[in-house]
């Protein structure tokens, strides 16, 4: 692989969020087996711990906004080339990288009013309703984390491919900042499977 087809903001990127996404589901599977012993206390024992359900749903707020991340870095986002794709190279780098610049955008907007929430929490000092009395600041100060990490990313992946587009490197924008194609998807399927078995390398 060339050096141009390497994206050095994914090449920092890409760990980070991934380690993000690995913890939150390590998180979830805790939660998964905090559910499956609540279900069996409930059927034999009549007891039932109090705030699984709250806990549950600290961890999935957490967990949607680090995984805007690393969809981000792996390319994961739904999109729609219906049209781009008959447009010129140029203007395939335009409307690229103004998507980019859009959700970098919006990235910084939701992560600002994310702000202003957690200091509101702080201020008032809230807890939970339910019987945990979770201080809020903890789960919020998690989820915000996580639209940090997005918010990076998508600003530093807007910066880079504003500066290939206003040097002249359409190509290489559109290489790194636009929707897969179908062969980039299916040969981004057989590297997945591939790493997932690796006795499929040496299979004669």
Known sequence: M???????????????????????????????????????????????????????????????????AYALVTNSHVRVDLLIAR????????????AMVILAGIAVFIVMRGTVVLQETLEFGSVSTSPLQTPLWIPQSLWLAGLVLFMLVAVAYAAHGLFLTLTGKTSVANMHYGPPSLLDEVEQEIA???????QSETAP
């Open 87 to 98: 447009l010129p190279r140029s203007a395939q780098a335009i409307a690229n990288i103004l």
């Open 2 to 68: 060339g050096k141009e087809q390497i994206n050095p903001v994914t090449r920092i990127a890409q760990p980070i969020a991934r380690w993000a996404a690995l913890l939150c589901g390590w998180a979830l599977m805790a939660v998964v087996a905090l559910i499956c012993i609540e279900i069996v206390a409930r059927k034999l024992f009549n007891s039932s711990f109090q705030g699984v359900d709250e806990i549950g749903g600290y961890v999935m707020a957490v967990l949607s906004c680090t995984g805007f």
């Open 192 to 198: 997945a499977l591939e790493s997932r078995d690796p």
